[in-house]
């Protein structure tokens, strides 16, 4: 018999007991010693305690106490939530709190663990672990640290196709179980959460969403990874192993305040590392200790972490008592990423951090030796002077550690050599998001070591960040082939580009001019609207529909302030706005000498550039270039879903270090190369995810054909960049086969047959739960490819096709979490346009046509019963899925349950009619209860028939099906309003009901007899 448990659970237990060095003691969950109500196993608990604390040990009864404050933390989550709790918890996991246990009432810290000899700690794997808070519960798979449940695990059954990780990290997130929520006591102690289906594996923290989950593995596996028990056992053993997960709680555990939006507070999260943040940091301490060789290279593809990594191995290095206090030094190369860094960095709470303000300031933090973890820009450098007999530079301490993100070109001149004549004893470590270029030759002899291979200390590429999900796809589209400008032009332009490759800003100035004729060709006004109002019809069409938002890279700020005016009044100047290097100081205050001040930079953007700017535009603009603050705010209120700004335009800016998920396409009208263009298009690869929205890919609209040659576009080894954007028009030669994969489920259904009909066909065709897991598969893949190319006038043949195969998935596509992979709910714009036509609103009216009164069901026969069943269950599916409250999923999760045990033969028939009375009572219920539907008298003769032609099995006995009928006909016929308050009510219906069951042989079965009996008393 192959199940959940003696695949996947089994099988996980075995490999962790079986693991090398210290391994996990095995106790089934009915042999732990401990009550159900209980979290910790104290006894466990209080021997460690006794054991890693000398003075507990002396007076055991202290223990108690220990254990005693550790209740009184879980207790507090109801009052604080559950990341403060974990977080507050997690203080005493780590060794930072104390109590007065030691000679005459001195504070002794309190040691719950031993990080130093993991030997010293009790390590136990358990599974089926019975807990009671406000539910009943059974955990799949536990792991206990000295009686601390640090980790659980949920395992699904292998042998369902739709069934994946996915469905075991719902049960924490929400569904009926709903671990963090329902039994949200057991996970205040919580390191991590784990889910597996046999086939994949994938670990989260304490109320991540669904996004923020991911495999485990390790960066030397460059290939796909065959899904399979083999991968899922390797990824437990990566992770689950003791080492590593003391490894993690002590050093990787972060908690943060990230912002929700613009006019929302700020909200409290948990986070664990991926992988290659894991490795990198390691790796990085490692080599610091070590003390050669003292550099290292790091590339990890853009948007996979590179702020976190840079994060854990500061504090690593900061915590090892070994490195005797060092200095840490993160140096960035713009001021977005300092912005950004120092984001991170604030945000989790990290000690002893020095924002460095000024050039003069970063060389007085050097020659004073500041301990701590400093955040600079590279260009703070500028006003170091090195002296050649000097060579200690500014200091030469050799416990400095210097971590370079995006370690490009600005390290390779004068700038960098600086750096280095400071510190001639730092160790320098370069992370970049780029592959490493002919024209960055020397960031391999700055950063990578001779003993790495390929001189990279740690690689992530690009498939691998696509393949964990750690970044979503870019996608690009080119458009409006008649606006493109002269391409010999551009060509040249490109050439004359790569061979400048250190531009300064005087150089680029210089070049900009040499490009003048470039610049006129971009810029011409017929040019300019055209491109505005295809930007403008797109972007309606195609991104707000997403609920997502876009960014517009335009040639120069000439450019961005005429796009502004052409988009603003296309989509409301509300919707837009302008990110740009002003080169002016902001102004407070418009009084005196700034006011004239103000004028005067205007007039000379305004004559001199030729610019039709608004003087309060101009204002504006100043303001969010030169103030930090304001230009977070801006971007805050582009991240938030619900503020109106959908579109910044951008010409340098935003370009790197700005991070918003929720920006989808970047409509890009300017040449860029290399690991320019690749930073500006990895803006649209973060992962986005809300309660109705889930971002699968970016994309990239382009206007100058940058994409058309990759090779050119991006100078780097093609194996690095193979496969890095793809142009839509690769879809475009998919869709035509997958949409016929998809009508190969239906061979004999007319597809002309309008309403039922048609759908009751093509549900014949997809008779088993098999049959529609393979069937969503299939179009799984084709609404991808569909919402990718919409709206292309391509799509126009297959339009009706596509619309009638999103009709049968909708119609067939279960209630609640199952499947959540394979049945994912469908985007906004297939939804819009399955609703723009009638075929779904003759479905929902024809209803009240097929509502069967006492006399008519007579008349028909028996196949036309079964046709008016079927109407029914094909609207019931969406009325059921149509209710946004919770009661309404776990009642379409019950009634799912039920078919499946009834046709698993689990129970009989008659049970499955005695658990369909009790949901038809409830819904009822549920429905008077959140106001989600008015209960009409149609309603009231048909709530029991509904539910059971929506969830009975093939295989129901016609009995059942009359039985249920005859129950709802005595709603209608016998009740009276008020009738359960009158004297002769209750005895009329109990009769007729008692009469009813009787005829089909039911008059003794009382439980039958009192459901029913309740379900008719609800309706009223």
């Known amino acids: 018999m192959f199940n959940e448990q ?64 550790l209740r009184g933390v879980v207790l507090e989550a109801r009052h604080t939530g559950l990341v403060k709790a974990n977080e507050n918890f997690h203080e005493w996991l780590m060794a930072e709190k104390t109590l007065p246990f030691g000679e005459n009432g001195d504070h002794i810290t309190i040691n719950l663990i031993d990080f130093d000899n993991i030997d010293n700690n009790h390590f136990v794997v358990s599974q089926q672990v019975h807990y ?50 329902n039994v949200e006591p057991y996970f205040v102690s919580n390191l991590l959460c784990f889910a597996s289906e046999g086939k994949t594996f994938a670990y989260g923290a304490i109320n991540a969403r669904v996004k923020d989950w991911g495999p485990w593995h390790n960066t030397d596996l460059r290939d796909d990874i065959l899904p399979g028990l083999a991968s899922v056992l390797d990824s437990c053993e990566g992770l689950l192993n003791p080492q590593t997960l003391l490894q993690l709680l002590e050093s990787f555990a972060l908690f943060s305040t990230v912002k929700t939006g613009k006019n929302t507070p700020p909200k409290r999260i948990k986070i664990l590392p991926r992988y290659p943040q894991f490795e990198a940091a390691k790796q990085i301490v490692e080599r610091v200790r070590k003390g050669y060789p003292k550099k290292g290279l790091i590339w990890h593809f853009q948007g996979s972490g590179k702020s976190l990594l840079m994060l854990y191995a500061a ?18 190369d ?46 703070k450098f500028k006003d170091v002077e090195i002296d050649d007999k000097n060579p200690n530079g500014l200091n030469s301490r050799d416990n400095i550690i210097v971590l370079v993100d995006e370690a490009h070109r600005t390290q390779e001149g004068g700038l960098g050599e600086k750096m280095r004549w400071a510190l001639p004893k730092a160790h320098f470590y370069g992370l970049t998001g780029t592959p490493i270029s002919g024209i960055d030759r020397n960031t391999f002899k700055l950063f990578g070591a001779e003993e790495d291979p390929g001189r990279y200390m740690n690689r992530y590429s690009y498939k691998q960040s696509i393949r964990d999900g750690a970044t979503n796809p870019v996608k690009f589209e080119p458009r409006l082939a008649e606006l493109r400008v002269d391409r010999d032009a551009i060509n040249q332009e490109f050439e004359q580009l790569a061979q400048e490759n250190n531009l300064d800003e005087e150089e680029k100035a210089a070049l900009s001019k040499r490009a003048g004729k470039l610049a006129v060709m971009l810029k011409a006004p017929k040019r300019m609207a055209a491109v505005s109002a295809d930007i403008a019809e797109h972007f309606t069409s195609h991104v707000k529909p997403k609920k997502m938002k876009g960014m517009v890279v335009v040639y120069d700020r000439d450019a961005c302030v005429q796009m502004y005016y052409l988009l603003g009044e296309k989509l409301g100047f509300d919707a837009v706005e302008v990110v740009m290097n002003v080169d002016q100081a902001p102004v407070k205050a418009l009084e005196g000498d700034k006011k004239d001040k103000v004028n005067k930079d205007w007039r000379k953007w305004h004559d001199e550039l030729e610019l039709p700017i608004q003087q309060a535009d101009f204002e504006r603009w100043q303001h969010i270039d030169a103030e930090d603050q304001v230009q977070k705010d801006l971007i805050e209120c582009f991240k938030d879903p619900k503020h109106p700004l959908q579109l910044i335009i951008v010409t340098a800016k935003l370009l790197t270090g700005f991070d918003a998920p929720i920006c989808y396409c970047m409509y890009l009208d300017k040449p860029l190369r290399d690991h320019t263009l690749l930073q500006a298009m990895c803006r649209t690869n973060r992962l986005y995810e809300t309660d109705d ?41 998919l869709l035509p086969a997958q949409l016929k994969k998809c009508l190969d489920f239906f061979p004999s259904v007319d597809r002309t047959l309008e309403g039922f009909e048609g759908i009751m066909a093509a549900q014949e065709c997809l008779p088993t739960n098999e049959k529609r897991d ?19 006038p391509f799509l126009s043949p297959f339009r009706n096709d596509y619309k009638w195969l999103a009709q049968i998935y909708e119609s067939v596509r279960p209630v609640g979490q199952t499947g959540a992979l394979v049945w994912a709910a469908l985007g906004p714009e297939t939804i819009k346009m399955i609703h723009e036509h009638t075929d ?65 033969g689990v129970i009989k028939a008659i049970d499955w009619l005695k658990g369909l009375l009790d949901a038809a009572k409830d819904t009822v219920q549920a429905e008077r209860e959140t106001g989600e539907h008015v209960v009409t008298e149609e309603d009231n003769k048909q709530a029991l028939t509904k539910l059971f032609l929506e969830t009975r099995p093939e295989t129901t006995p016609k009995l059942i099906g ?25 005895r009329e219906i109990q009769k007729a009901l008692l009469v009813t069951l009787a005829q089909f042989g039911l008059g003794k079965d009382k439980e039958l007899f009192n459901k029913a009996y309740e379900y008719i008393k609800g309706h009223y």
């Open 6 to 69: 003696t695949v996947t659970e089994n099988g996980i237990i075995d490999r962790l007991k079986g693991l090398s060095g210290v391994k996990w003691t095995y106790c089934h969950g009915e042999s732990l010693p401990k009550q159900a109500q209980d979290i910790f196993v104290d006894e466990w608990l209080k021997d460690a305690l006794c054991s890693l604390n000398p003075d507990i040990a002396k007076q055991p009864d202290y223990a108690d106490e220990v254990i005693y404050k």
């Open 132 to 181: 009671i808070a406000a539910t009943e519960v059974y955990f799949d798979i536990v792991l206990y640290v000295n009686g601390i449940p640090l980790v659980v695990g949920e395992v699904k059954t292998a042998t369902r196709p739709s069934v994946t990780w996915q469905d075991g990290a719902a049960d924490f997130m929400g569904g009926k179980k709903h671990y963090w929520k």
């Open 315 to 332: 504090k690593m290095l900061r915590a090892d008592n070994d490195l005797k206090n060092p200095t840490v030094l993160i140096v960035v």
């Open 334 to 379: 713009r001021r977005d990423l300092d912005s950004q860094i120092n984001e991170t960095f604030g945000g989790a709470d990290v000690k002893n951090l020095i924002k460095v303000q000024s050039c003069r300031k970063l060389g007085e933090h050097i020659e004073q030796d500041s301990r701590g973890i400093l955040i600079t820009t590279i260009f």
């Open 693 to 733: 929205v889930r971002k699968d890919m970016g994309l990239i609209i382009d206007y100058l054909g940058v994409f058309e040659n990759l090779r050119t576009a991006l100078a780097y080894n093609p194996e690095e960049i193979d496969g890095v954007v793809e142009g839509i028009e690769a879809f475009k030669e």
């Open 774 to 792: 393979e069937f969503a598969a299939s179009f799984g893949v084709l609404s991808k490819l569909w919402s990718a190319i919409n709206p292309d």
């Open 840 to 904: 779904i609103n003759r479905i929902r009216d024809d209803i009240d046509e097929l509502i069967m009164d006492e006399h008519a069901i007579f008349t028909l026969t028996d196949k036309e019963q079964e046709q008016r069943a079927k109407r029914l269950e094909i609207d019931l599916m969406g009325r059921l899925r149509g209710h946004t409250d919770p009661k309404f999923v776990e009642l379409g999760e019950r009634l799912e349950k039920l078919r499946q045990d009834y046709e698993a």
């Open 962 to 986: 009359d039985v249920v009928d005859q129950i709802d006909k005595i709603v209608k016929a016998t009740r009276f309003e008020g009738w359960q308050n009158s004297n002769s009510g209750p």
